[in-house]
């Protein structure tokens, strides 16, 4: 099992930034992706970025550009940077991990992007 605990969400102006940290516990020897993950009110959950074990990284259109997704091996953390956000952005971000045989959610932090 893993565990996930994400923090770092809260309200923010148009243009600024956050960042959001999601700290892996339990079996995170065998994660092979982590990633963020957000879901607004009505709409469809969206994968937002994600990182390989070896460091790939991939990024929907909508956030290239002004998120950066990294992770910090020794803390078991993996962080989202998000910069220039926008109203858009506006949603409850999860961290999600996955190995071979499971997926696995954090219980999610709500970003507000006001304009």
């Known amino acids: 099992q893993v565990q996930l605990v994400e923090s770092g969400g809260g309200l923010v102006q148009a243009g600024g930034s956050l960042r959001l940290s999601c700290a892996a516990s339990?079996?995170?020897?065998?994660?092979?992706?982590m990633g963020w993950y957000r879901q607004a009110p009505g709409k469809q959950r969206e994968l937002v970025a994600a990182?390989?074990?070896?460091?790939?990284?991939s990024y929907s259109d909508s956030v290239k550009g002004r998120f950066t997704i990294s992770r910090d091996n020794a803390k078991n953390t993996v962080y989202l940077q998000m910069n220039s956000l926008k109203p858009e952005d506006t949603a409850v971000y999860l961290c999600?991990?996955?190995?071979?045989?499971?997926?696995?959610w954090g219980q999610g932090t709500q970003v507000t992007v006001s304009s």
């Open positions: 999600n991990a996955r190995n071979v045989m499971s997926v696995f």
């Open positions: 339990g079996s995170i020897f065998s994660i092979r992706t």
């Open positions: 990182i390989t074990s070896g460091g790939s990284t």
